[in-house]
């Protein structure tokens, strides 16, 4: 009687694991996606953050200035300034994505985001354009 029962008791932890293993499969190929479109949420966001504050900046006049901080997810290849565009460039699922935000003023940058990771950005109304100053993550203190 009681090897009946190791015996019922192998074939459910069988069919358990039979069921579980291909589901643990289906699940890590799926983490993948979901990590391509946080990625691209990130970016939306961090784009339309700076577009935004550059709009507001813009319009408050010359002098004004704001400034804030913005994450850079992993698979970022460049965040550039062009004249009227902020535009995020990553390699997501194998192919080069950009996020682009336009603005309504002239952007003037200091240079270009090329690493992943958080950094400050100060936004300066200089009277013709918008100033964009960026301190690497390596100069932001916790």
């Known amino acids: ?12 932890v069988g069919f358990i694991l039979l069921l579980f293993i291909p589901l643990m499969f289906v699940m890590y ?24 504050l550059i709009n507001a900046i813009g319009y408050m006049g010359e002098g004004s200035a704001i400034i804030t901080e913005i994450y850079v997810p992993e698979n970022i290849k460049r965040v550039s300034f062009n004249p009227n565009e902020v535009v ?25 985001i090329t690493r992943p990771g958080r950094y400050r950005i100060e936004l300066v109304n200089t009277g013709t354009g ?7 993550s390596e100069e932001i203190t916790a």
Do not use: C
């Open 88 to 112: 995020f460039t990553a390699n997501v699922r194998g192919a080069d994505n950009d996020v682009v935000q336009p603005t309504s003023f002239r952007i003037s940058s200091s240079g270009d």
């Open 130 to 136: 918008v100033s964009v100053e960026i301190a690497s």
């Open 29 to 52: 190929l799926k983490l993948g996606d979901v990590n391509n479109d946080l990625s691209l949420l990130q970016m939306h966001f961090s784009a339309a953050r700076i577009a935004y």
């Open 1 to 12: 009687m009681r090897g009946q029962v190791s015996n019922e008791l192998l074939v459910v």
